[in-house]
């Protein structure tokens, strides 16, 4: 909903998030460091937004569960779940090797439609593919969220940003080994969207870029349960993994460990696809 002072104030499941939608000539005026631009042009801003660095997460997360006994398989390939008399019972790794459990929770990103297709549970996938660039080091008073036209772009650790967008997915040319690749132009050409974003001389230039598939079930919507068809098979997937990751793991662990069903995730149940 746009008010009269031209905020939006959008409304979801989980609550609201106050954003503005600025043009371009107003938004050096109310954000550090950034460039004002040409009447007409839009940014939405996000003032409360925050950010996280997810390698330094996953790994802090990591540190944690081993410190309380866990045990952590990297390198497995593509594993699939186990199946005994209708119940979920572990999984198999791509080597043969099987892991035994109570219950199991794929999360997969993009390859958890494929995984879950094994059991002959259709949970639609609308992953695109994607780009994200992290930047060199560079000195700007820009320390906020932004989404426009051309970039979309946050703090990064290191004095860096993230950037991606969605302009240039269809030219990213995905290959048989599911590995994908990009001409390095339209990696410049993102950057040099971003860097006219930002007051003074700034020339963004890229540390990295990955490619692959940006995880997405097939209505937007974050997909998270237990599996009716499937006993003791949990599903996590999302688009919003810095977003939802921590407390969407507090109620999976909570569903798995009580066989309770949470209210929180009523509206995110995989057998809405079957219903609806």
């Not at 660095?53 to 997360?61: G, N, R, V």
Request: aromatic residues 4%; negative net charge; glycine residues 12%.
């Amino acid at each position: 909903m746009r008010a009269a002072d031209g905020s939006l104030r959008p409304l979801g499941r989980s609550g609201c998030q106050e954003s503005h939608l600025l043009d371009r000539a107003d938004v050096g005026g109310q954000v550090a460091g950034v460039r004002p631009g040409p009447q007409g042009g839009l940014a939405i801003h996000n003032p409360g937004e925050g950010w996280v660095s997810l390698p330094h997460l996953i790994q802090e997360l990591a540190d944690e569960l081993v410190r309380r006994g866990g045990r952590l398989v990297t390198g497995a390939g593509r594993c699939s779940v186990i199946v005994e008399d209708g119940r979920a019972r572990g999984v198999r790794t791509a080597d043969g090797t099987s892991w035994s459990g109570d219950a199991v929770v794929v999360a997969c990103g993009a390859q958890t439609s494929s995984v879950l297709a094994e059991l002959g549970v259709n949970l639609p996938d609308a992953s695109p593919l994607s780009m994200l660039v992290v930047t060199e080091p560079v000195e700007t008073e820009a320390v906020t969220v932004l989404n426009t036209p051309r970039a979309a772009m946050r703090p990064h650790p290191g004095a860096t940003f993230a950037i991606d967008h969605s302009w240039y997915e269809e030219h990213i040319v995905e290959h048989e080994d599911g590995s994908c690749s990009i001409d390095e132009a339209y990696v410049k050409e993102l950057l040099a969207e971003a860097s006219a974003l930002l007051q003074g001389e700034v020339s963004l230039q890229a540390a990295s870029w990955r490619l692959g598939r940006k995880p997405i079930p097939g209505d937007g919507e974050p997909v998270f349960g237990e599996l009716e068809a499937v006993p003791g098979c949990h599903v996590a997937f999302t688009h919003s993994g810095a977003t939802l990751g921590l407390i969407a793991g507090e109620l999976t662990a909570y569903e798995v460990l009580t066989g309770a069903r949470h209210p929180l995730l009523k509206d995110f149940r995989p057998e809405r696809f079957a219903t609806g």
